[in-house]
Nanobody, 121 residues
């Protein structure tokens, strides 16, 4: 069974930092693009950042200059370093993988369970 396991969420004061991690576990041979989405109460889920298997990155305008996405292909893990956090960053953050080649074949659009990030004083 293939799954995405997230960690690193929590409560932080405005201006603080958090680092999210997401590891794809199971019999995986390759992974395409990995990314982070977030969903605040009453709002639609939105893309925060994503990164291709080759390392090209893309960010939402609201997080540019504050968040950094990276990945360790050997560990099947994607990270999101979040600095200068603001109350409006409060949301459930979801890890996403667009495509994985696994022992059971191709898997598309795989999501993690979500991790809560709360920015508040």
């Amino acid at each position: 069974q293939v799954q995405l396991v997230e960690s690193g969420g929590g409560l932080v004061q405005p201006g603080g930092s958090l680092r999210l991690s997401c590891t794809a576990s199971g019999s995986i041979f390759s992974i395409g693009s990995m990314g982070w989405y977030r969903q605040a109460p009453g709002k639609q889920r939105e893309l925060v950042a994503d990164i291709t298997s080759g390392g090209s990155t893309n960010y939402a305008d609201s997080v540019k200059g504050r968040f950094t996405i990276s990945r360790d292909n050997a560990k099947n893990t994607v990270y999101l370093q979040m600095n200068s956090l603001k109350p409006e960053d409060t949301a459930v953050y979801y890890c996403y993988v667009d495509r994985m080649t696994t022992n059971w074949g191709l898997l598309y659009d795989t999501w993690g369970q979500g991790t809560q990030v709360t920015v508040s004083s």
